[in-house]
């Protein structure tokens, strides 16, 4: 067979395989795959996940990670017992740094002293408006901030 020949029978192989469709022929990239299921299947990527069987066990306690500030309010693994709001202040976007005395703190190296109630409002300027909330959603141990 010479060079040509089985140039050319390649070539066609391949054109019959793109006309069939396959997705290895590249194409409009419509596909969203296995991890973004068209209609939102689910409510989007998860901001931050913690597994509560060794996380936020105690009433009070915090975690401030992946952009979120999320604080235990209460006894039991219900979306209810917890507070998940941006992490962002909305003074001038320092990350938030503490959580005290029911009160969020942006503070200590960026921030200029607002503080925020867990529903993430203003407690303290100089910020003036409230923190964006995220939903919490609970199965078994593992709780999902979106
Ligand atoms: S950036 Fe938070 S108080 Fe200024």
């Known amino acids: 067979m010479e060079r040509r020949e089985f ?73 209810a017992s917890f507070a998940a709001l941006t992490s962002t202040c909305t003074h001038m976007g320092c990350t938030l740094s503490d959580v005290n005395g029911g009160k969020i703190i942006c503070g200590s190296t960026c921030g200029h002293g607002s503080q925020f109630n867990t529903d993430g ?10 923190l964006a909330k995220y939903t919490v959603s609970i199965s078994g141990n593992t709780l999902t901030v979106t």
């Open 121 to 130: 409002s203003v407690a303290m300027g100089p910020a003036t408006n409230a």
């Open 7 to 79: 140039l050319s029978g390649v070539s066609a192989t391949l054109a019959v395989i793109c006309v069939g469709g396959l997705a290895a022929c590249g194409g409009k990239g419509d596909d969203p795959g296995p991890a973004n299921p068209p209609g939102g299947g689910g409510g989007g990527n998860p901001k931050l996940t913690v597994n509560l069987a060794n996380q936020l066990t105690t009433v009070g306690s915090f975690t401030i990670a992946s952009g979120v500030v999320l604080i235990r309010l209460a006894a039991g693994n219900v979306p």
